[in-house]
């Protein structure tokens, strides 16, 4: 069994994966956004009870995607709470790079609040695991270093899930920033593009199930992700698909519709999920809702918020 828990934070992500194993339940966390002084992570977990994480990943440096990281570390030390992974293109041992990413690509983030989400990453390192013989958190840097075929495949971020990073590789994690950090041109979209994007595969009854997790990816790198999905997968993603995380809340992307029409058969029966507010016209942009349902025939289209496209196109609210 699987579930995907997709949190209504309005302009941001925070997913929560949960499975069965053997009577077992295990969970994980991809990014986590305060919202109006809350944490829907949190108020998640501490409802449920959940004091065991298996690994908490952060797609990429934006406060959208990282806000609610303080939270989440006061939660897991109030509870005795315990982390086995860390996941990230990069890793927290890397404070001083991270911090100057983030001040160079966030207006929006005040020094108090970086500090605070830094000091946050360093914290979940400090955690104790169950499952490691030093008890200590691990710190995995995930990155597409050209395998292909099983070998792509990761079981240890998860019990029951198999994880293949597709975007980036090292030199787009780690050199490419810092090329751009001495040429003071980071911004927003260099970001994005580097984006943790991952398949995710679940092999259960007479299938299995792949899902494409996508961080804010957008642009040309959306090229090489579909390439190496579909030799990770034998191309057999095109009819194994059964969840999209859509990209960017849902912005317009053209490079992206244009990989997706090879990535996906259009009479593949999966769900499209989108985080975005309600009332914003570009997220999500009509021009995507329609690209979905206008091209894959037995795809269900899912918001956390509906705004006006998103009526417009029949959208389900989660």
Same mark, same amino acid.
């Given at each position: 069994m699987v579930r995907i828990h997709v949190l209504n *934070?309005?302009? =941001? #992500? !925070?997913?929560i994966l $949960? /499975? $069965?194993?053997?009577?077992?339940?295990?969970? !994980?966390?991809? #990014?986590?956004?305060?919202?109006?002084g809350k944490t829907p992570t949190v108020e998640f977990l501490r409802k &449920? =009870?959940? /004091?065991r994480i298996q690994s908490l990943f952060l797609t990429h440096l934006h406060n959208d995607h990282y806000s609610g990281f303080p939270q989440l570390l006061d939660y897991l030390r109030g509870v005795n709470g315990t982390l086995e992974y860390f996941v990230s293109p990069q890793i927290p041992d890397e404070v001083d790079l991270w911090r100057q990413l983030v001040e160079m690509a966030h207006d929006e983030t005040t020094s108090a609040q970086l500090t605070a989400v830094l000091k946050a990453m360093k914290g979940f390192q400090a955690l104790s695991s169950v499952s490691h013989p030093d008890k200590k958190v691990s710190s995995v840097r995930f990155v597409y270093e050209g395998q292909r075929g099983e070998r792509s495949w990761h079981d240890h971020p998860h019990p029951s899930l198999l994880f293949a990073p597709v975007s980036p590789t090292p030199s787009e994690a780690f050199q490419l920033l810092q090329s751009a950090l001495q040429k003071a041109s980071l911004h927003n979209k260099v970001i994005n593009s580097i984006s943790q994007a991952l398949?995710? &595969?679940y092999d259960g009854g007479s299938r299995q199930h792949i899902g494409i997790l996508t961080g804010d990816l957008e642009g040309q790198t959306w090229r090489y992700v579909k390439n190496r999905c579909l030799e990770i997968t034998s191309d057999s993603i095109k009819s194994d698909i059964s969840f999209l995380k859509v990209p960017h809340h849902g912005a317009h992307n053209l490079v992206m519709e244009q990989c997706l029409q090879e990535l996906i058969n259009n009479k593949s029966s999966f769900v499209a999920s989108i985080s975005c507010p309600a009332g914003d016209p570009r997220h999500p942009d009509h021009k995507t809702l329609g690209f979905l349902k206008n091209n894959?025939? &037995?795809?269900?289209? *899912?918001c956390t918020n509906i705004s006006t496209?998103? +009526?417009? +196109? =029949? *959208? *389900?609210?989660?």
């Open positions: *934070v309005k302009l =941001g #992500d !925070s997913i $949960e /499975t $069965e194993l053997n009577s077992k339940f295990y969970y !994980s966390i991809i #990014d986590c956004k305060s919202i109006e &449920r =009870g959940i /004091t398949l995710m &595969r894959f025939q &037995r795809c269900c289209i *899912v496209p998103c +009526h417009n +196109h =029949g *959208v *389900v609210s989660i």
